[in-house]
């Protein structure tokens, strides 16, 4: 007896149906939760926020994707944040440390470092969306990267205007 086209259509549908959940169901699964929220004070000093930016940049800000901190000499995708804090008072004349660092954050295109191009994302904006205590932390922490962190919650972030 033959059976109906029908039913072999159906028998294998649900058969690789079978066969391929069966599969997922080995590889491993990966659960992501949502960073934890760093309480921020207006009384921390700004060494206590370079440890809660360094914090930011490893998890929410995502600094560490892209960027290295002491990485041996070699290619990188974007510049290495070893010693940052040096360069960045002579990057751009005229510009000072803590402005150099703001606008890196919040205008990434402004300027690119010789030897990269352009891709790094407004870190104030969605999809990251760091706050303005957030980015003072960050800064902070870039400060602390080659020299000694000075920024405040006090302090005006230039060129971010209002972060989300």
């Known amino acids: 007896m033959k059976s109906p ?5 159906v028998g294998v549908v649900v058969g690789a149906t079978l066969f391929y959940t069966y599969i997922g ?6 659960e992501l939760r949502p960073p934890a ?3 921020i004070s207006a009384d921390m000093t700004p060494a206590q926020l370079a440890v809660i930016g360094g914090k930011i940049a490893n998890d929410k800000g995502m600094c560490l994707t892209c960027h290295t901190v002491g990485a041996p000499p070699g290619p ?8 940052v804090a040096d360069r960045a008072k002579t990057r751009i004349a ?3 440390q803590r402005e150099y660092f703001a606008m890196s954050l919040c205008q990434p295109d402004a300027f690119v470092v010789s030897g990269f191009v352009k891709g790094m994302p407004t870190i104030n904006k969605a999809p990251i969306g760091l706050t303005d ?3 003072h932390a960050v800064i902070a922490w870039l400060e602390s990267q080659g ?3 000075t920024i405040t919650l006090a302090d005006p972030l230039p060129r971010c205007g209002a972060a989300s």
């Open 94 to 96: 005229g510009v000072d």
């Open 25 to 30: 169901q080995l590889v491993p699964q990966k």
């Open 37 to 39: 929220v760093i309480a």
């Open 76 to 83: 990188r995708r974007f510049p290495d944040l070893a010693g």
């Open 133 to 135: 205590q957030e980015l």
């Open 147 to 149: 020299g000694q962190p």
């Open 5 to 9: 086209v029908g039913l072999n259509v």
